[in-house]
């Protein structure tokens, strides 16, 4: 699951993998042995039966007795880390209280605005000039710029941050982009203990729950891998499907947005998380005549669970059944924010640029290999040259309740910069002005 030929068509390999039943024997990573769940019913089973799959991967017999070494390109992705998403029981409960609580303190309507905001800033360094990625120059950045205000994070951290979980991601150098990602988050931990703002990591630092340092480190782990790559996933296959789909293509030659139509079907069909939701069992169990051992991994397709033949309905737009935002009590605690993050960025992008097409025909679009998500490695797109709004002379306005000790922590923005590179060293230069 971890090559060039899965990333292209992971459907065609979901299809033969069904014919081991709901679950079947993959291999993440070279070395690296699961078990993938397939099947939508199986899926549902194994997130929510709670007795019988734990999420602590202190479980995982491979990496515990050298089998999977240390530095495997998935262990960053899999490996224990004390936050919510690694946890079971009554800390579990904790660690989420304490996302959840500070996350319900954003205030939708204003994160609308730094949103619309943020996109007309990108748009309008695209617009002239008539052609972009729009991964590397918008749905990439987008997701950064609101990460960065929401959790007070100064622009020099998020250069650190977006190249660790990126690398993480892809599996390059992961081991040493985990070790930039935690060192990085403990600068970012330590400044807003001592300059606290009406930010997510300052509300998680004063939460009841009195969350550690290491607990928030990994928890910000957590919410910024869920809040950067899978949000650019969901904005970039969002508009790519938009793009090359008649069923949407026609109705924005007619002037119509079906938008949230769009990201129905990407989340049913393209979910930014295609496989994920690792669980481990706690003892030996069977499952439809198939032994999962206990402390081996199994993984929950997402991707494959959605597109399960076994379900009838084909209907998806306004349909949200689909496991995108996984199940049970590790469901994605913050769906509503990646849902109008992503609809704004869309319904911004094709306001603005209208008559927006594809630059190569859709078969020839690239994917990025990695076993868990479903990521495009570039989106070029051409269009007519459109004008400037000015959006870019403006400061947007932070999807938080202002104040002075906010400003000061969050730092100046960065400086215009020219057309960015591939991969995420374009992120890097569009944040350096190169």
């Known amino acids: 699951m971890y090559g060039a030929a899965f990333a292209a068509d992971p459907a065609a390999a979901y299809r033969r993998l069904r014919e081991h039943g709901p679950t079947a024997p993959v291999e993440l990573a070279p070395g690296v042995k699961a078990t993938l769940v397939t099947s939508y019913e199986a899926a549902l089973h194994v997130l929510r039966s709670t007795e019988t799959f734990a999420k602590d991967p202190r479980r995982w017999n491979d990496l515990n007795d050298g089998t999977v070494p240390p530095d495997s390109p998935v262990v960053p992705m899999m490996m224990y880390r004390p936050n919510a998403l690694f946890a079971d029981g009554e800390e579990h409960r904790r660690l989420r209280g304490a996302i959840t609580d500070s996350l319900a303190r954003v205030e939708p309507h204003i994160l609308r605005g730094y949103v619309e905001r943020s996109a007309d800033t990108l748009i309008d360094r695209i617009a002239p000039t008539g052609k972009a990625d729009l991964l590397g120059e ?69 939460h009841p729950a009195r969350l550690t340092d290491e607990e928030m480190i990994h928890t910000l782990v957590v919410l910024m891998g869920a809040g950067t790559e899978p949000q650019q996933n969901l904005i970039a296959n969002g508009l790519r499907l938009l793009l090359s789909d008649d069923r949407f293509a026609g109705d924005l030659s007619g002037g119509s947005l079906p938008v949230e139509d769009a990201l129905d079907e990407v989340l049913w069909t393209d979910p930014p998380m295609a496989n994920y939701a690792v669980h481990y069992p706690k003892r030996d169990v069977r499952y439809e005549g198939a032994l999962l051992k206990a402390g081996d991994p199994v993984v929950v397709s997402l991707a494959a669970a959605n597109t399960d033949p076994a379900l009838t309905n084909d209907q998806r737009a306004g349909n949200r059944a689909h496991l995108a935002w996984s199940a049970g009590p590790h469901n994605c605690p913050a769906q509503s924010e990646a849902r109008l993050i992503a609809s704004v960025a869309v319904e911004k992008l094709l306001d603005r640029l209208p008559d927006v097409e594809l630059a190569v025909p859709v078969g020839e679009l690239e994917w990025r290999p990695g076993p868990f998500h479903r990521a495009l490695a570039a989106l070029p797109v051409t269009f007519p040259s459109a004008p400037v709004v000015g959006a870019a002379a403006e400061e947007p306005v932070s999807p938080m309740r202002r104040s002075a000790s906010y400003v000061s922590a969050a730092g100046a923005r960065p400086a215009e910069p020219t057309r960015p590179r591939s991969g995420w060293a374009r992120l890097l230069s569009w944040w350096r002005g190169e």
């Open 138 to 206: 918008y749905a990439q950045v987008l997701p950064l710029l609101v990460f960065n205000h929401l959790f007070g994070c100064p622009a020099e951290l998020g250069l650190k941050l977006v190249e660790g979980m990126s690398a993480i991601f892809d599996g390059v150098d992961a081991e040493r982009a985990n070790e930039l990602l935690t060192a990085t988050l403990f600068q970012l931990v330590t400044l807003k203990r001592n300059q606290p703002g009406p930010d997510v990591t300052s509300w998680l630092t004063l």
